[in-house]
């Protein structure tokens, strides 16, 4: 069954005639099927990476090193730095990473359900993030998380245009 949010999410994209590329950590390619199921969705979803291990959030996905070293895999700044590069990675116009610990265990000192959400709209120059703070089970913070990034990009895409907020920085293309 065709999840809504990934519908309306690649419906917002078509109307836009838009392009989006994700990285995913902790939801392992979750997002790309959701996306994936819904008919029509090559016309606009390019792909993505799968970035579990922290060294592909940086050679895959864009992540400065300096970023890592700084704050680690599981951050807000890792998960924004992720939507931006891969985005520039695969020339799309929108990117979505997700990035957090699902358990069971916490994870260098991150609880379990601590989860960073992010897209980048490479047109505007503009970054939007979330954290979020789930609880459940493994297979339920991992759906949360991929219903969420989801959430996050169609709420984007409804805008007409993206103003710089609290929520919003200037985004920088990594190489």
């Not at 392992?28 to 799968?50: C, D, H, K, M, R």
């Not at 789930?134 to 709420?155: E, V």
Request: aromatic residues 2%.
């Amino acid at each position: 069954m065709t999840s809504a949010i990934a519908r309306e999410v690649v419906l917002r994209l078509a109307k836009r005639g838009e392009t989006l590329a994700t990285a995913e950590s902790l939801t392992g390619g979750l997002i790309g099927s959701l996306i994936t199921e819904v008919p029509g969705a090559s016309a606009n979803y390019v792909g993505g990476a799968i970035t579990y291990a922290t060294s592909l959030k940086a050679t895959l996905a864009g992540v400065p090193g300096p970023v890592l070293d700084a704050d680690g895999p599981v951050a807000e700044s890792t998960a924004r730095a992720m939507a931006v590069g891969i985005a520039a990675r695969c020339a799309a116009d929108w990117g979505l990473a997700v990035t957090g610990v699902a358990g069971p265990e916490p994870q260098d000192g991150h609880p379990v359900g601590e989860v960073h959400v992010a897209v980048a709209y490479q047109q505007a120059g503009v970054v939007r993030s979330r954290r979020l703070a789930l609880s459940g089970d493994r297979a339920t913070i991992r759906g949360l998380t991929a219903h969420q990034g989801l959430r996050l990009l169609a709420d984007a895409l409804s805008a007409e245009a993206i103003p710089p907020g609290s929520a919003s920085t200037a985004m920088s293309v990594v190489d």
